[in-house]
C-alpha cells in the first residue's frame, strides 16, 4: 500500500524536496495534506498537481485565494494555526514530515504524535526546545520519530543493527559554512548577502544563517541529544569541509562507522519517507576520484560563539534550549533585515540566557510561556 504523506511546510526548502521525492516514487507514496503560511501560490500548484485531500494556508487573508484556486479541484481548504494542528489527526495519514522552521513546529509536532502518527522530522528546534517532552510522549504513544538532518539521518543510519552494540561517542560533521577560517574583524563586517552563500548545501535562510553562525551545529548537538539517548559529552562536532561524511558513530570497541555521500537531502528525507526500506534513485553518485582529499579539523568556537552557548545551554537542561533558540530566531530574524551584525547575535543570545527565568522541569505551558518571554527580552535589547 501506497504510504500517506502529510508534509507541514510544503513550499519551504524540504518541502519541496520532499514533493521531488514522492513524485520520482508514484507508486510508494500519495500527497495527503500540504500547509503552507504565505506562500498561497506555491501551495496552489503543488495541490493542482498532487491532489492531496486537504491543504492548510497558515495566512488567513490568504484562505479565499487558496479555496478559489482548489475548490474545484474537489480538495478541502483550511486556514489558521488551529487548522494546521488538527489536521495532523487525520486517520488518512500514515507520516508527517514536520519542515517547519522555528519554535511552531513543536505543537503540531505533539499532536501528531498523540494520535499516534509516524513523525519525519526536519525541525530541529522542536526537539531543543522540548526534547525531553516530545520523546517522552513518544515513547508513552509507541510512535517512532525519524530524523530528516543529514548529520541525524546519518547516525540513525549507521546505528541500524547496532542496537544491542553500546556508542561510545558520535561526531556530528559541519561544512563551517561561508566563515570558516575568518576572525572577529573580518566577521564584524560581513553582512546577510555573504552569509547566505553557503558552500555546499540550499537551504532556507533562517536555517542558512545558523550554519554561517554555527548555532545551527548546536542546534543539532541538543537535537541529537534526545533522538539517541546521548550525554553532552558523548556528542562532538567535527569541520569537515567537503560535506562527504555526514556524521560518524564511535562504538565502545574504537570501532568508527560513517555514512557518506554527496551533499543531497532528497537522500535523507527519502530514507526517513521509506524506511525500513531504500528506494532506488538516479541521484549523482558519489566518486572517490572526485574527492581525493577529505579534510577535517576542530570548530572555531572562540570567534564562532554559539557552538558554545548551544553546548551550555544543554548542561543546564531544563528550558534553557528554549530560551536560547527563542533569542536566535529573533537575532537571526534583526540579522535578515539588517538590525544587527554578525557579531551581535550571540552577544544577545547570551544575555537572554543569563537573564531569562530558568526553570529545571518545565511543562508545555512553561515552554510556551518562555518563548513569548524571551522573543519580548531579545527585542527589547535589540
Known amino acids: 500500500m501506497k504510504k500517506r504523506i502529510a508534509i507541514l511546510g510544503s513550499t519551504g526548502s524540504i518541502g519541496t524536496q520532499a514533493l521531488e521525492v514522492i513524485r520520482l516514487h508514484p507508486d510508494d507514496f500519495t500527497v495527503e495534506v500540504l500547509t503552507a503560511r504565505k506562500n ?26 487558496v479555496f478559489d484556486a482548489l475548490d474545484p479541484l474537489d480538495i478541502k481548504v483550511y486556514a489558521g494555526e488551529d487548522s494546521l494542528w488538527q489536521i495532523v489527526e487525520n486517520n488518512s495519514i500514515d507520516l508527517v514530515l514536520v519542515a517547519l522552521v522555528g519554535f511552531a513546529g513543536l505543537k503540531p509536532t505533539l499532536k501528531a504524535i498523540e494520535a499516534g502518527k509516524t513523525v519525519a522530522i ?3 528546534e ?157 541521484f549523482p553518485r558519489f566518486n572517490f576520484v572526485d574527492f581525493p582529499e577529505l579534510t577535517f579539523e576542530k570548530p572555531d568556537t572562540e570567534n564562532f560563539r554559539n557552538l558554545s552557548l548551544a553546548y551550555e545551554a544543554l548542561k543546564q537542561g531544563g528550558n534553557m534550549p528554549c530560551i536560547l533558540n527563542a533569542a536566535n530566531e529573533v537575532v537571526v530574524n534583526a540579522f535578515l533585515h539588517d538590525k544587527i551584525g554578525f557579531l551581535q547575535m550571540p552577544e544577545i543570545i547570551e544575555k537572554c540566557m543569563t537573564s531569562a527565568y530558568f526553570i529545571k522541569k518545565p511543562t508545555f505551558a512553561d515552554y510556551l510561556q518562555t518563548d513569548r518571554e524571551v522573543r519580548l527580552m531579545a527585542n527589547k535589547i535589540l
Not at 40 to 65: M, N
Not at 174 to 186: L, Y
Request: proline share 5%.
Open 126 to 282: 522542536t526537539l531543543v526546545v522540548a526534547g525531553e517532552l516530545v520523546t517522552q510522549l513518544a515513547k508513552e504513544k509507541g510512535v517512532n520519530i525519524y530524523p530528516v538532518d543529514s548529520e541525524h539521518s546519518a547516525i540513525f543510519q549507521c546505528l541500524a543493527g547496532e542496537y544491542q552494540n553500546p556508542v561510545e561517542k558520535i561526531y556530528l560533521t559541519a561544512s563551517g559554512g561561508p566563515f570558516r577560517g575568518k576572525n572577529r574583524e573580518f566577521l564584524s563586517n560581513v553582512q546577510k548577502e555573504a552569509a547566505l552563500k553557503h558552500p555546499n548545501w540550499k537551504m532556507g535562510c533562517k536555517v542558512t544563517i545558523d550554519s554561517a553562525s554555527l548555532m545551527n551545529k548546536g542546534l543539532e548537538v541538543i537535537e541529537a541529544r534526545w533522538l539517541f539517548g546521548l550525554k553532552p559529552e558523548q556528542i562532538d562536532i567535527i569541520v569537515h569541509p567537503q560535506s562527504i561524511i555526514h556524521s560518524l558513530i564511535q562504538f565502545e570497541d574504537g570501532a568508527l562507522k560513517a555514512q557518506m555521500g554527496l551533499p543531497d537531502m532528497k537522500l535523507p528525507i527519502m530514507y526517513a519517507l521509506s524506511y525500513p526500506y531504500r528506494l532506488k534513485s538516479d
Open 122 to 124: 526536519a525541525n530541529k
Open 40 to 65: 498561497a501560490d506555491l501551495l496552489i500548484r503543488q495541490a493542482t498537481e498532487f491532489k492531496p485531500d486537504s491543504v492548510v494556508i497558515g495566512d488567513d487573508k490568504l484562505y479565499s485565494t
